[in-house]
């Protein structure tokens, strides 16, 4: 509790005491008096503002102000090469614009204390959520401030890593659907290996039948005079009989290959490397897989706004059970 405050050679005033009534204190006077130079005396002790040494009076060297507290005093000098402070014996220099922490200590005075004549009434002007936060201090409730504030920087980062998600989800389905083709291409390449595939035993066929025929020609010829030239030459008529229809089925699987070039215009004419299609093959893969991925953080991202709902909701439940009665000083 203040019990007295000293000023030498402060604003206007050379040398005052105040002694503090234990109940409340009030200080009048008119016009010009130093009522404002007293409250500025009492503040510059307590808090160390207002900094300089405008407030030095004229033709003074230094200003002193003391103000004794449960029995102790706090000085505070500033004046030539002095600006100290000085509590039971001790004395603090070097402190900055700041006030030393055992004078902070033994004052024990918040920022709240100071109301100046010109300053808004206080928590009239100011914001309900400022006025719950001083509230919360006061009755140390000040970890439901943090914990909000804890879960709007979690909101505000999941939603940023949910639009982050969203983005590149965004950006996999048009890096798919730009290689939709490749299923077509797959599909015709295919066709068109089978009906290469089948030409060529056509013709592997084909050239065994035709040296087939001309062995047979050569046996007929060597067996002119015997018994077997009628049946080597009927060998040779079957023999060109098949040769004859293997060669329309050689023809019919041309135009086959034909249609299945016709399918596939970027193979016509040459057979495709397989290469490039098993590398389209590999990135769809990929794309396909981090398409499940990214559906896999957006199921987790939804997750966590389930989270953060639920833990409104309980605080919201913890608010509902707050007393309706101030718990110090008993009103609503």
């Keep these: 509790m203040f019990e007295t405050l000293r000023i030498q050679n402060f604003q206007r005033h050379t040398k005052l005491r105040i002694d503090f009534d234990p109940a409340i204190t009030c200080i009048v006077g008119p016009t010009d008096a130093g009522k404002s130079a007293v409250l500025r005396?009492?503040?510059?002790?307590?808090?160390?503002?207002?900094?300089?040494?405008?407030?030095?009076?004229?033709?003074?060297?230094?200003?002193?102000v003391r103000l004794t507290v449960d029995g102790t005093c706090v000085r505070r000098v500033r004046g030539g090469d002095r600006n100290e402070y000085f509590l039971a014996g001790w004395r603090f220099a070097a402190f900055g614009r700041a006030v030393p922490d055992e004078i902070l200590d033994h004052?024990?005075?918040?920022?709240t204390t100071w109301q100046g004549q010109h300053d808004a009434p206080f928590w009239l002007a100011d914001s309900p959520g400022e006025v719950s936060r001083q509230l919360n201090a006061v009755i140390d409730?000040?970890?439901?401030?943090?914990?909000?504030?804890?879960?709007?920087?979690?909101?505000s980062r999941a939603r940023?890593?949910?639009?982050?998600?969203?983005?590149?989800?965004t950006a996999a389905k048009a890096a798919k659907d730009d290689t939709a083709w490749v299923v077509g291409f797959d599909r015709a390449l295919v066709a068109v290996e089978v009906a290469e595939a089948e030409a060529e035993g056509t013709t592997k066929r084909h050239a065994t039948l035709g040296a087939a025929v001309g062995r047979a020609n050569k046996l007929a010829w060597s067996h002119a005079k015997h018994a077997l030239r009628a049946k080597a030459a009927?060998?040779?008529?079957a023999a060109g009989t098949v040769a004859q229809a293997a060669a329309?089925?050689?023809?019919?699987?041309?135009?086959?290959?034909?249609?299945?070039?016709?399918?596939?215009?970027?193979?016509?004419?040459?057979?495709?490397?397989?290469?490039?299609?098993?590398?389209?093959?590999?990135?769809?893969?990929?794309?396909?897989?981090?398409?499940?991925?990214?559906?896999?953080?957006?199921?987790?991202?939804?997750?966590?706004?389930l989270r953060i709902k639920l833990?409104?909701?309980?605080?919201?439940?913890?608010?509902?059970?707050?007393?309706?009665?101030?718990?110090?000083?008993?009103?609503?």
């Design 234 to 237: 009927a060998l040779g008529v």
């Design 311 to 332: 833990c409104e909701s309980t605080m919201a439940e913890a608010e509902a059970g707050l007393p309706k009665k101030c718990p110090t000083c008993g009103r609503f």
């Design 141 to 155: 409730l000040g970890v439901i401030d943090d914990k909000l504030a804890h879960v709007n920087r979690e909101l």
């Design 248 to 305: 329309v089925r050689h023809t019919a699987l041309a135009a086959h290959v034909a249609k299945a070039r016709a399918l596939a215009p970027q193979a016509a004419r040459v057979v495709p490397n397989p290469k490039p299609l098993r590398i389209a093959h590999n990135r769809a893969t990929s794309a396909t897989t981090r398409a499940a991925r990214l559906a896999d953080l957006f199921t987790r991202a939804h997750e966590c706004d």
């Design 160 to 169: 940023t890593r949910l639009e982050v998600l969203e983005g590149e989800q």
């Design 107 to 111: 004052l024990n005075l918040g920022p």
């Design 41 to 64: 005396a009492l503040r510059w002790v307590c808090t160390n503002q207002p900094g300089g040494a405008a407030f030095i009076r004229d033709g003074a060297t230094g200003a002193t």
